[in-house]
């Protein structure tokens, strides 16, 4: 089935040490995209890309790098810098170029302690 | 600043009436807005869309009005069913942003049996 993959599903990590949300998709698409949501808050954007070695920065990107060597995978790293690491982070994936719907993952919930 | 405000939290229905979700924005350069449905701990799905050219468009038991003039849309569901408990965001891309989705920060229905 055709799909977003995102893992691991919880995870949990140590203050200061950096993370690595991992997520991957069979749609062909090209445009992949990275979002935080918190507790009765919307969907932030953190990164997105639109085509493979390219992205840019969303909305909230400090503290977060992301890299996209390959078209079916847009890992999302969360540093050291990042103030609020903890939350629930969420990958989707469209079609480039128009306006077509976004297709999420099933989030990875990240807990740092 | 929110362009896209969902100013309701919550909303609670009985089965087989009738569900609105209000979603009110500011930036008239928004086009086409989308609503997603959102279970807890996981993904958004895709719902419905509509384009600013257009005031209705209807999808089985979900129905988006757009008032452009109002700035305002609003999403229908009838019957509401228990299943529909969830939190609906509302988004909105504007051309020129790379189709970039902002995002309310929902609706959680409940629907009552």
């Known amino acids: 089935d055709g799909g977003i993959t995102q893992s691991p599903k919880y995870l949990f990590r140590k203050e200061g040490q950096n993370v690595t949300l991992s997520c991957e998709q069979n749609?062909?698409?090209?445009?992949m995209y990275w979002y935080r949501q918190d507790p009765g808050q919307g969907l932030r954007l953190i990164y997105y890309?639109?085509?493979?070695?390219?992205?840019q920065k969303g909305d909230i990107a400090e503290g977060y790098s992301v890299s996209r060597e390959k078209k079916e995978s847009f890992p999302l790293t969360v540093t050291s810098a990042q103030k609020n690491p903890t939350a629930f982070y969420l990958c989707?994936?469209?079609?480039?170029?128009?306006?077509?719907?976004?297709?999420f993952g099933p989030g990875t919930r990240l807990t740092v302690l | 600043d929110q362009q896209v405000k969902q100013n309701s939290p919550s909303l609670s229905v009985q089965e087989g009436r009738i569900s609105i979700l209000n979603c009110d924005y500011t930036?008239?350069?928004?086009?086409?807005f989308l609503w997603y449905k959102k279970y807890p701990a996981e993904g958004p799905t895709f719902l419905i869309s509509?384009?600013?050219?257009?005031d209705k468009n209807e999808d089985g038991r979900f129905t988006v009005f757009l008032n452009k003039s109002a700035k305002h849309l609003s999403l229908h569901i009838v019957p509401s069913q228990p299943g529909d408990s969830a939190v609906y965001f509302c988004?909105?891309?504007?051309?020129?942003?790379?189709?970039?989705?902002?995002f309310g920060k929902g609706t959680l229905l409940t629907v009552n049996p």
């Open positions: 989707a994936s469209s079609l480039r170029g128009g306006y077509n719907e976004q297709f």
């Open positions: 749609l062909n698409h090209d445009a």
């Open positions: 890309s639109q085509i493979v070695n390219d992205f």
């Open positions: 930036n008239s350069m928004f086009d086409y």
């Open positions: 509509i384009s600013s050219i257009k």
């Open positions: 988004a909105a891309i504007r051309a020129g942003s790379n189709y970039k989705l902002t």
